[in-house]
């Protein structure tokens, strides 16, 4: 039965035949298949081969070297697990990841920058008061008759 290698880290620019023949030098390839989506390269792909000495050898011989002036990373392929139509996904593994909170771990837009509340339930966004005009008391005009004694 034929086995699969994983090989990460491709240049986006490498092809399913380049690949091929590099894998070529050290067993028979039955398949090689670069992952995409629409014309776009993902960077990954696999490679079958005839039997599990040449899979051995592979993963020795090509884990760490370059190709396409990137180090390509090689490993046995896990069985692929094959889901009803519809079957959720099973949980990612790893550590939860927090969403984005902007720069320098600002609010996302549309709270207020000190209080943290949202605009929509403040009376007045904080930037119409910055951005108005400060108001300049100026003490009554005085007639100049009324100055003279």
Same mark, same amino acid.
């Given at each position: 039965?034929? @086995? ?8 986006? @620019? ?35 081969? @005839? ?33 009803? *139509?519809?079957?959720?996904? /099973? %949980?990612? #593994? ?8 902007? *720069? ?11 209080? #943290?509340? /949202? ?13 108005? %005009? ?14 003279? *004694?």
């Amino acid at each position: 039965p034929a @086995k699969k290698l994983f090989v990460g880290n491709l240049n986006f @620019k490498t092809t399913p035949d380049e690949l091929g023949s590099l894998f070529a030098e050290v067993g028979e390839v039955v398949n090689v298949n670069i992952i995409s989506r629409g014309n776009y390269s993902l960077g990954y792909g696999f490679v079958e081969m @005839k039997n599990e000495e040449d899979v051995a050898r592979a993963q020795v011989a090509m884990d760490k070297k370059e190709l396409d002036g990137r180090t390509i990373h090689v490993e046995v392929a896990r069985p692929r697990v094959e889901r009803a *139509p519809g079957e959720p996904r /099973p %949980a990612p #593994r790893g550590p939860r990841r927090v969403p984005f909170r902007g *720069p320098r771990g600002a609010p996302p837009q549309g709270t207020c920058p000190l209080s #943290r509340v /949202p605009i929509t339930a403040m009376a007045t966004p904080p930037t119409a008061t910055l951005l108005r %005009a400060p108001t300049i008391l100026r003490p009554p005009m005085v007639a100049a008759a009324s100055l003279v *004694p």
